[in-house]
């Protein structure tokens, strides 16, 4: 068994769609990136790489590589389970937190689970979603920006 953890980050701004765990969310705000910057699904991604020890997301899918500019990240989750699974390894259980100051995301979560259980090619009951504030604090509490966390557990095949 191997355990893996991933963390992203992305700054709030103006004229951008929000989207997490490749469902949009209705905001006045959305994620800044290079792809969709879909924060959460970037943490699963780098959970399921470093398990795997096969890197991470900025090592695959560069932010100075055109191709990936707009991308999809439920697309690029597909596409990592795919070399997690070349790599000799089958996903047990992803656990994953949202770290956002608005808007409120549990009537989201049940869509976020689905969506990610979907692109990692497992049932929804081993998909966790968990969503918390900066309560008013740091770079997340000022409505600056949003981040995740990811752990999975990945066994052998």
């Given at each position: 068994?191997?355990?893996?953890?991933g963390y992203d980050v992305?700054?709030?701004?103006?004229?951008?769609p929000l989207i997490l765990g490749g469902v949009g969310v209705p905001s006045d705000v959305g994620l800044d990136g290079h792809s969709d910057a879909d924060v959460?699904?970037?943490?699963v991604i780098d959970a399921l790489l470093g398990a795997a020890a096969l890197g991470d997301?900025?090592?695959?899918?560069?932010d100075t590589d055109a191709e990936w500019a707009g991308a999809d990240?439920?697309?690029?989750?597909?596409?990592?389970?795919?070399?997690?699974?070349?790599?000799?390894?089958?996903?047990?259980?992803?656990?994953?937190?949202v770290v956002l100051q608005r808007p409120?995301?549990?009537?989201?979560?049940?869509?976020?689970r689905a969506a990610l259980a979907g692109a990692l090619g497992v049932d929804v009951g081993r998909?966790?979603?968990?969503?918390?504030?900066?309560?008013?604090?740091?770079?997340?509490g000022t409505g600056e920006g949003a981040?995740?966390?990811a752990v999975c557990l990945l066994t052998a095949h």
């Open positions: 068994m191997r355990i893996g953890h992305h700054r709030l701004v103006s004229g951008r959460l699904t970037h943490a997301i900025g090592a695959l899918f560069p990240s439920l697309d690029l989750l597909r596409r990592v389970v795919e070399r997690v699974g070349r790599a000799g390894w089958d996903i047990g259980n992803v656990d994953a937190t409120k995301l549990r009537p989201h979560v049940d869509a976020m998909v966790s979603v968990k969503a918390t504030t900066g309560e008013g604090m740091g770079f997340v981040a995740a966390h």
